[in-house]
């Protein structure tokens, strides 16, 4: 699916400019690149971020999901992902709440794995920054499925082609990027 919105452009320039990393580094999955995608660099950029909450509300819309309740995925990548789609869905006059999943439940207080306003019944699209393997988007949405939420779909902001979603699709969820290698130039 070709994916557009009248935000796109201007944060594909800003995700090439501050957030690709060229020389050969090791991913978290242990699979070697000759770049290297640091998108907290964008996520938590004063211009970029705004854009890649209107972005990403962009493409869940366009992909006609239904009503969402709330987005978020496992911390770290995800959050502020799900941070600027709040603050960008409050200004659309927009109701969407955000969640943190941690990845083990924590061992004192409530005991939670999934922070933020419960999820139980609620219909979530799962977020993360940029997806190698599909690992950390599957460990969030089967900790929100043992909360009791209705996972919609599993959403990314950049997508590096290494295999994440046909590991999400395997798993019977629909996947959905904003910003592929090809956008990048990469």
Request: neutral net charge; glycine residues 10%; aromatic residues 4%.
């Amino acid at each position: 699916m070709t994916f557009s919105s009248p935000d796109k452009p201007r944060l594909v320039e800003l995700v090439k400019e501050l957030a690709v990393v060229h020389g050969k580094v090791t991913l978290s999955s242990g699979i070697e690149a000759e770049y290297y995608v640091d998108l907290r660099r964008a996520t938590l950029h004063h211009e970029a971020a705004p854009l890649i909450g209107k972005v990403m509300l962009d493409l869940i819309d366009s992909a006609n999901l239904g009503h969402i309740d709330a987005v978020g995925g496992l911390t770290m990548g995800a959050d502020p992902v799900a941070a600027a789609m709040i603050h960008q869905g409050a200004a659309r006059g927009r109701v969407l709440n955000a969640f943190v999943v941690r990845k083990q439940a924590k061992q004192h207080g409530m005991g939670r794995q999934v922070e933020g306003p419960d999820v139980k019944g609620k219909n979530v699209v799962v977020l993360e920054d940029t997806s190698t393997t599909g690992a950390s988007p599957l460990t969030a949405a089967e900790a929100l499925m043992n909360a009791g939420a209705n996972v919609l779909a599993i959403a990314t902001v950049v997508d590096r082609n290494t295999g994440a979603k046909e590991a999400i699709e395997s798993k019977g969820f629909r996947y959905y990027s904003a910003i592929s290698l090809s956008d990048l130039g990469l």
